[in-house]
């Protein structure tokens, strides 16, 4: 999507929260993403970036806010629910304002293709069900 992610994310056998995950992820991304408009002199984005960060984070020291401080996690307890999410993740790029693809398939950034026909498209993909032991409640 063009200003943000949706994923399924598993943390089997980690000792991490999802938060601290995701958060870290951000944070690297983040200075990625600003290395990258400072080595193309992009500076009318990075002075907007610079434009959002708060007093408070200013005062300490952050130069710029690339991702919105907001995250929304839904634990995924049964397959139907994964099911629920999964098939949102991949409509949601071919619905309301977006209309990026036709089909889900053919959204260059989706797992939907994967999920379809087993080839990836952009990313390597690996099936929930691979993760999951499916004695998960239906």
Known sequence: MPNHLHALIALKNSDKSINAVVSNAKRFMAYEIVKRLTDYEKRIVLNKLSDAVTPSDRRRGKLHQVFQPSFDCKNCYSEKFIEQKLKYIHDNPC??????????SEYKHSSAKYYETGEHAAYAVINYKEIYDMDLTT
Do not use: C, I, Q, S
Not at 95 to 104: E, M, Q, S
């Open 95 to 104: 619905r309301g304002k977006w209309n990026l693809a036709d089909a889900p």
